[in-house]
């Protein structure tokens, strides 16, 4: 398959995959944040390292462990990747799924930022207009939560900046999702001995429970695969766009499933970053389409 067109379908199941994620960790609320965003790397690396020796890759591994250089990419994105995690399923748990949504609606624009801070990705007179306009909608969700939202701007920025050091890292996606859960995996695995009492305060008591937390692996690795080889395949402007995708299946789900408050002015924030959004994306694909700079 053509390498922009596999990167962009690769982007779609990750975006779709994130969307529907705050159903999958409401059902892990009888664990706190930490311990979930432990569990789920701890996971991640069981299920990272058995797809990377069946695809006979550990080569690409032990490589990359061996350099320095790629360890200090991978433990500052490890680290950017955790924090978002962390922010992300906490948000989840205490009734912000909409504000996470939001961060994940600015989260492209600041790709669009870093994309010509650091690969030279232009943007036309339309493309700033949209950007004008969604840092405006987010002006409007001051008095519409009744202070800054923190917990979006926070997730907006930890995964863009994300985006752009695996966009520079050397390995693939696999291999370096891989290095980063194994740099983590013992702060991980020291946590979980440190604040599980028992076997049932780290997995639950309940068969269901037991599976979903091994599930974690699964969740968090596959939208991950996906976006680290869409990264490396597509401009950061048209990953911007596509990940739109993830925050409006978010929204729905924080608003008409959970209940989640919808005032009037933030509804009105919510429109008028969607119409940056169309702004940008009609203008990027139709009009002047934006020049692959992937490597």
Same mark, same amino acid.
């Given at each position: 398959?053509?390498?922009?067109?596999?990167?962009?379908l690769?982007a779609?199941a990750?975006?779709?995959?994130?969307?529907v994620l705050p159903?999958?960790?409401?059902?892990?609320?009888?664990?706190?944040?930490?311990?979930?965003v432990?569990?789920?790397?701890?996971?991640s690396?069981?299920l990272?390292?058995a797809?990377?020796?069946?695809?006979?890759?550990?080569r690409k591994?032990?490589?990359g462990?061996?350099?320095?250089?790629?360890?200090?990419l991978?433990?500052?994105?490890g680290?950017?990747?955790?924090s978002?995690?962390?922010l992300?399923?906490?948000s989840?748990?205490?009734?912000?799924?909409v504000e996470?949504?939001l961060?994940y609606?600015?989260n492209p624009?600041?790709?669009m930022?870093?994309g010509?801070?650091w690969f030279?990705?232009?943007h036309?007179?339309?493309?700033f207009?949209?950007?004008a306009?969604?840092?405006i909608g987010?002006?409007f969700?001051i008095?519409g939560?009744g202070?800054v939202?923190?917990i979006?701007l926070?997730?907006a920025? !930890? +995964?863009? =900046?994300y985006?752009?050091i695996?966009?520079?890292?050397?390995? &693939?996606s696999?291999?370096?999702l891989? *290095?980063?859960t194994?740099l983590?995996a013992?702060?991980a695995?020291?946590w979980?001995i440190?604040?599980s009492?028992?076997?049932?305060?780290?997995f639950?008591?309940?068969?269901i429970?037991?599976?979903?937390?091994i599930s974690?692996?699964l969740a968090t690795?596959?939208p991950l695969l996906c976006?680290g080889y869409?990264?490396?395949k597509?401009s950061?402007?048209?990953l911007?766009?596509?990940?739109?995708?993830?925050p409006?299946?978010q929204?729905?789900?924080?608003w008409?499933?959970?209940?989640?408050p919808?005032?009037?002015?933030?509804?009105? !924030? +919510?429109? =008028?970053?969607?119409?940056?959004?169309a702004?940008?994306?009609f &203008?990027a694909?139709?009009k002047?389409? *934006?020049?692959?700079?992937?490597?």
């Open positions: 398959m053509n390498p922009s067109r596999s990167g962009v690769a779609i990750a975006f779709f995959l994130w969307g159903i999958f960790w409401k059902h892990l609320s009888f664990l706190p944040p930490v311990s979930i432990a569990q789920r790397t701890v996971w690396l069981v990272l390292l797809i990377l020796f069946f695809r006979g890759e550990s591994l032990t490589t462990l061996r350099s320095p250089k790629t360890l200090g991978h433990f500052a994105s680290i950017l990747l955790s978002n995690w962390l992300y399923v906490w989840t748990l205490n009734g912000h799924i996470a949504a961060g609606y600015l624009f600041f790709n930022l870093f010509a801070l030279g990705e232009r036309n007179r339309w493309q207009s949209a950007i306009l969604a840092l987010v002006g969700q008095p939560i202070g939202p923190w979006a926070i997730l920025i !930890s +995964f863009s =900046l985006a752009v695996r966009k520079r890292a050397p390995l &693939d696999l291999a370096g891989t *290095v980063e194994i983590l013992p702060i695995l020291v979980l440190a604040t009492s028992s076997p049932s305060a780290a639950g008591t309940t068969p429970q037991i599976f979903t937390v974690t692996g690795a596959a976006f869409a990264a490396r597509i950061l402007t048209t911007g766009v596509l990940q739109f995708i993830g409006t299946i929204f729905f789900i924080g008409k499933i959970y209940g989640e919808m005032t009037q002015m933030r509804l009105l !924030s +919510f429109a =008028l970053i969607w119409l940056a959004i702004i940008y994306a &203008d694909f139709h002047r389409p *934006v020049v692959e700079t992937a490597k």
